[in-house]
């Protein structure tokens, strides 16, 4: 399994986002990082992923599906928090 970052940036600003996340959740174990951020793990690819939730975007919103690479110690940050507990588990 991999782990992709989904980069959500919502442009309707009236738009309820349930369902969105709902989907998200339905591809794999997932953590989200603050409200524009996940992090899920799956075997799906990113071209799979994007179709699966896009139905639940503004027109204009903005979606962004990056694979984590599979080397470990990969990443970093300057904070500890659920996210990078969750990141460091798998």
């Known amino acids: 399994m ?4 989904i980069l959500h940036r919502p442009n309707e600003s ?3 986002y349930t369902e969105f996340h ?8 997932a953590v989200q990082e603050k409200d524009l951020c996940w992090f899920v793990k799956t075997d799906r690819d990113a071209a799979d992923i994007r179709d699966s939730i896009k139905e639940h975007l ?8 990056i694979k984590k ?11 500890k928090n ?3 507990e969750w990141l460091n588990e798998l």
């Not at 503004?58 to 599906?65: E, N, Q, S, V």
């Open 2 to 5: 991999a782990v992709y970052q």
């Open 14 to 16: 009236n738009e309820e």
């Open 22 to 29: 709902a989907a998200i959740k339905a591809i794999g174990p």
């Open 58 to 65: 503004g027109k204009t919103d903005r979606l962004l599906i």
């Open 69 to 79: 690479s599979d080397e470990e110690g990969n990443w970093a940050a300057n904070f």
């Open 82 to 84: 659920d996210t990078t």
